[in-house]
């Protein structure tokens, strides 16, 4: 590697570490990264072949790997059986089959999944990870393959109906998310701010009265909602937000040729067809 491209991936490293704004990340954001392998059950399917772009590094490697946090269903979560499953993870188990290789799935904390990217230990991020400003400065996002919102978990008998309502009150989020970071932003919130390692650890709390309000994206709060009696969403939702997979800033290929596999998924039915899956019309 060139001196310049050293000093470049050191100064992405130092970026990232600064954009973090919301709750500390603590300092074992590596060392809890597991790597587990799932085989692509791909039979030969329609979409193998259509012909599509497959990156020489993917091609070369014969994998595809993708840093998750598989706590957040109905995006990315694991099965009875310890498998992972949900909409990114299926998504890409079609890209893998579109460009013929195996997928590897790589399930770290939350917080850990863009630097994963960015430094290069996994190819893509596939975590429902909202495209933001701060984070476009250290990665490259897909288009988008999903809009969502961030909702108000409360219980059923809370006083908080709105927004506003929050000012005062303790609010559970998830480290290093948009929520993290909006909450902490917001002067009327963010003394109450309490972060937690995942969603549903936020959402236990506030189970045991713990906190007043979880503020979480509007998918994994309904299923936590189903999981857990005696909660419920306020109607009045905080943002609106899209998603899309992260890759390695200076790696333009795989965002192009991500962009054109996400292309075929979406017209050939694929993409609604792993949604409706997942996600059942209310
Ligand atoms: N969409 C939120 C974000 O990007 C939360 C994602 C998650 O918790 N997996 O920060």
Do not use: H
Not at 27 to 46: G, L, P
Not at 162 to 175: E, M, N, P, R, S
Request: hydrophobic residues 45%; aromatic residues 6%; charged residues 25%.
């Amino acid at each position: 590697m060139k001196k310049a491209n050293i000093l470049a991936l050191l100064l992405a490293v130092m970026m990232l570490t600064l954009a973090f704004a919301g709750c500390n990340t603590g300092t074992d954001e590596t060392s809890s990264a597991a790597s587990s392998s799932q085989a692509a059950a791909s039979s030969a399917s329609d979409e193998s072949k259509t012909s599509v772009t497959v990156p020489e590094k993917i091609k070369n490697a014969g994998k595809i790997v993708v840093a998750t946090s598989a706590d957040f269903p109905p995006y990315e979560f694991k099965d009875d059986n310890g498998n992972y499953v949900g909409i990114d993870i299926e998504i890409m188990q079609a890209i893998a089959d579109l460009w013929n290789v195996e997928l590897e799935v790589s399930d770290m904390k939350f917080d850990a999944v863009i630097t994963a990217v960015a430094t290069g230990k996994a190819d893509v991020g596939a975590a429902g990870l909202t495209i933001t400003e701060e984070r476009l400065e250290s990665v490259n996002f897909t288009d988008t393959y999903t809009q969502a919102t961030q909702v108000i978990i409360v219980k059923e008998d809370s006083d908080i109906q709105t927004i506003d309502d929050l000012a005062g009150k303790k609010v559970g989020v998830q480290l290093g998310t948009t929520g993290d970071i909006y909450a902490s932003d917001d002067d009327a919130i963010k003394d109450g701010v309490e972060c937690f390692n995942s969603g549903i650890d936020a959402v236990l709390a506030l189970v045991q009265g713990k906190i007043d309000a979880v503020l979480i994206d509007n998918e994994p709060a309904k299923a936590f909602v189903k999981q857990n009696e005696g909660l419920k969403i306020i109607d009045e939702k905080y943002t609106d937000e899209a998603y899309a997979f992260a890759t390695a800033k200076e790696d333009k290929d795989l965002v192009n040729a991500l962009n054109e596999a996400l292309a075929v998924l979406d017209s050939n039915g694929k993409l609604d067809e792993i949604v409706n899956k997942y996600i059942k019309a209310d």
